[in-house]
C-alpha cells in the first residue's frame, strides 16, 4: 500500500460533490487552486471532482482537474477546446542543437490553403479540415504551447518503449497546442449568452467540440510535418497524441478534464519544462480520479511573478540556454521569463504522485534539444555583431 493516500477535502453538507486531490502532503497546492475546486464541486449537478497534483488557479477554474457532472458546463473545459499533446518519432543524423535551431519554421506563420498549397506539410491532411476552420492552421500559439525536438532520456519499461518503438538516444517531435481560435469563438458563442452556466443544448455544444478536438488533433501534425521537412526529415505518425482539454460522456455523465489528460490505459506524454524532461507514462486511473492524470508540471507562479523574479535573477541569455544543455526559440522576451523553467513545479514531485496514487507508470523520458516558442530572428537571421557578439557569450 502507498503510504500516500488522496486526500479528501471536506465540504458543507449542501455540496453533493466529492472532492479528491492526488498529491503528497509535501506536495505544494495553492489555496487558490483549491478554493476553485470547491467552487466547482458546489455547482448543480456535480458529482465528484479529482485534483491532479499540477493543480493550479485557473481564470475561475482550476487547471489540472477532472469534474464529473450530470450537467455539461462548457467553462470548464475553457476557451481552448482540443489542446493537447502528441508525440512524433523522427530520425535525424548528428542533431546539434544550434543548427536545428536555426532551421526551425515560423510557426507563428499560418499555412495558407491557397498561398502555400506547394507546402509539403499538406500530404498529412486526409479529408476536409474540421469546421472549415482554415485560420491558424500550423501555428503553434502562445502561453505554454511548444514544439520540442527531444530526444528519448531514460528507459524505465523497455518493454512497453520497444511496443512504442522507442530505445533510448531516439528522437521525437513533442507538440503542445490547442484548437487556436477555434474553441474560443465556441466557448464565447456560450457565455456571450449563458455566462458561466450550462449549456441548454449539450449535443449542439459537443458536435462543435469534438470538431475543435479534431481541429486540434490535426493541427499538432500539420506542426510536427512544417518542422520534419524544415529539419530534413519525414513526418511519421504521431505514438501518442492525448487532449487534456475536452469533455466526454462517461458512465452516463459529463466528464469535464481542464489540464488533465485521460488517463484510462492510454500513453500520455506528461510535459515537463523547457529545462526539464518530461515523462512518458502508462496511465492507469480508475474512477476515484475521475480516468484522469496530470497534464505536466503545473505553474507554481502567476506569468506576472515569473517575469519579476525572473528578470531580477536572469538574463535573456541564460534562458536561452536550459540546464539540459537544449535551446529554446522565443523571440518574444516576455514569454521567454513568464515560461522560464522555475516557474513551473518540480515535473518529478508530479510523476511521483501519480505513482504513488497508483494513476501511472513511466515509461520513459524526452529530454529537450530544441523548444521552439515563438520565431526568433537572432537564430534565424544572418549575424550582425549584436548576434556575433551574443553567441561568444554562450557557454
Not at 455544444?205 to 519525414?234: I, K, P, Q
Not at 485521460?262 to 480508475?286: F, K, N, Q
Not at 511573478?305 to 544543455?325: C, F, Q, W, Y
Request: proline share 8%.
Amino acid at each position: 500500500m502507498s503510504q500516500h493516500h488522496s486526500r479528501r477535502e471536506s465540504l458543507p453538507q449542501s455540496a453533493p460533490a466529492t472532492l479528491s486531490v492526488f498529491a503528497s502532503p509535501t506536495s505544494w497546492i495553492e489555496s487558490e487552486a483549491l478554493a476553485q475546486c470547491h467552487q466547482v464541486a458546489a455547482l448543480d449537478g456535480m458529482i465528484h471532482v479529482a485534483a491532479m497534483p499540477d493543480l493550479h488557479p485557473g481564470k475561475g477554474v482550476p487547471i489540472g482537474a477532472a469534474m464529473a457532472s450530470t450537467v455539461l458546463y462548457p467553462f470548464l473545459v475553457g476557451s481552448d477546446i482540443g489542446c493537447g499533446i502528441a508525440v512524433f518519432p523522427v530520425k535525424l543524423k548528428r542533431p546539434v542543437p544550434e543548427k536545428l535551431a536555426a532551421r526551425f519554421p515560423d510557426l507563428d506563420h499560418p499555412l495558407d490553403p491557397e498561398r502555400d498549397a506547394d507546402d509539403p506539410a499538406w500530404e498529412i491532411v486526409q479529408g476536409d479540415i474540421p469546421a472549415g476552420h482554415v485560420e491558424g492552421l500550423g501555428t503553434v500559439g502562445r502561453g505554454n504551447h511548444f514544439v520540442e525536438l527531444a530526444r528519448i532520456g531514460t528507459v524505465f519499461d523497455s518493454g512497453h518503449a520497444s511496443r512504442l518503438g522507442l530505445d533510448a538516444g531516439d528522437l521525437a517531435l513533442v507538440v503542445h497546442s490547442g484548437s487556436r481560435g477555434l474553441g474560443e469563438r465556441i466557448l464565447r458563442a456560450h457565455t456571450e449568452i449563458h455566462g458561466a452556466g450550462p449549456t441548454p443544448d449539450p449535443a449542439a455544444y459537443l458536435a462543435m467540440h469534438d470538431d475543435a478536438v479534431r481541429w486540434g488533433s490535426l493541427n499538432r501534425r500539420l506542426l510536427a510535418a512544417r518542422v520534419a521537412h524544415a529539419l530534413g526529415t519525414e513526418p511519421t505518425e504521431p505514438i501518442v497524441d492525448q487532449c487534456h482539454n475536452l469533455v466526454e460522456i462517461r458512465d452516463g455523465v459529463y466528464l469535464h478534464r481542464k489540464g488533465a489528460a485521460p488517463g484510462d490505459g492510454r500513453d500520455v506524454l506528461i510535459a515537463g519544462t523547457r529545462g526539464t524532461p518530461s515523462y512518458l507514462v502508462a496511465a492507469h486511473a480508475g474512477p476515484d480520479a475521475n480516468h484522469s492524470v496530470a497534464h505536466g508540471a503545473g505553474r507554481k507562479m502567476s506569468r506576472a511573478d515569473a517575469l519579476r523574479r525572473g528578470r531580477a535573477k536572469h538574463t535573456v541569455e541564460e534562458l536561452r540556454r536550459t540546464p539540459v544543455g537544449s535551446l529554446v526559440v522565443c523571440g518574444d522576451r516576455q514569454l521567454l521569463f513568464e515560461e522560464a523553467p522555475t516557474a513551473y513545479k518540480r515535473i518529478e514531485q508530479v510523476i511521483g504522485d501519480l505513482v504513488d496514487h497508483d494513476l501511472a507508470t513511466p515509461v520513459a523520458t524526452t529530454v529537450p534539444l530544441v523548444t521552439y516558442k515563438t520565431p526568433d530572428l537572432g537564430y534565424t537571421a544572418r549575424p550582425d555583431r549584436r548576434d556575433a557578439r551574443r553567441r561568444r557569450g554562450r557557454p
